[in-house]
């Protein structure tokens, strides 16, 4: 799998919310951030994604069930837990796309009500390799919204964690996204 130089990487949520230790704990979460970094450099084009919520977002339930419309607090803006996990390489002129930022509105995909698509075109982007957290909600939406943009998709499976609340539902979104035609492979066959 050659990086192409219309190639970009999509780096979904890996925020201190979603790691251990977070509102919102993705199990493993922190485990991506070494080999993200490490793959990084072969993209020309790198996006960063933050989910960037007001206090009372829509999804905030205070008896959460960690199923979709009921999280826990998470990912407050400009909060601690919203902040990129503190080993993740963000280049200081990172291009860095905030999603759920309407109080009424859940927004798990990075092409929602976003410019991201349209930055990608400047770019001449023509296939997008997706990592982060969480693979069952804004990884997955993150891909099907790249699929709709009409880009080439590649999901870097061991680069992703999922809720997987019911156990399996990871797995399953990995299944779903293949059966889009998204491309599934894992960060060593990279170069
Ligand atoms: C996410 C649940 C709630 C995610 C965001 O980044 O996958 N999951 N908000
Ligand atoms: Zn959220």
New binding site residues.
């Given amino acids: 799998m050659d990086v192409q130089p219309t190639d970009a990487l999509i780096v979904?949520?890996v925020q201190n919310d979603?790691c251990p230790g977070g509102a919102?704990p993705v199990g493993g979460g922190n485990q991506i951030v070494g080999p993200i970094n490490e793959f990084m450099p072969k993209f020309q084009h790198v996006v960063f994604t933050r989910?960037w919520h007001p206090a009372d977002h829509c999804?905030f339930d205070g008896t959460p069930k960690f199923v979709d419309g009921s999280?826990p607090v998470?990912c407050v803006a400009d909060s601690p837990g919203a902040a990129f996990h503190g080993d993740l390489h963000v280049p200081l002129d990172a291009f860095i796309v905030d999603k759920g930022t309407d109080p009424d509105v859940e927004a798990?995909g990075g092409f929602q009500d976003t410019d991201l698509a349209e930055k990608l075109a400047e770019w001449g982007v023509e296939r997008v390799f997706i990592c982060g957290?969480?693979t069952d909600?804004?990884?997955k939406c993150t891909a099907f919204g790249a699929l709709d943009h009409g880009f080439e998709v590649v999901l870097v499976e061991d680069a992703c964690r999922g809720?997987d609340i019911p156990e399996g539902s990871a797995d399953q979104a990995v299944t779903e996204m293949r059966d889009a035609g998204i491309l599934v492979c894992v960060s060593g066959q990279l170069e």
């Fill in positions: 979904v949520d979603f919102l989910d999804s999280w998470h798990y957290l969480a909600y804004c990884v809720v």
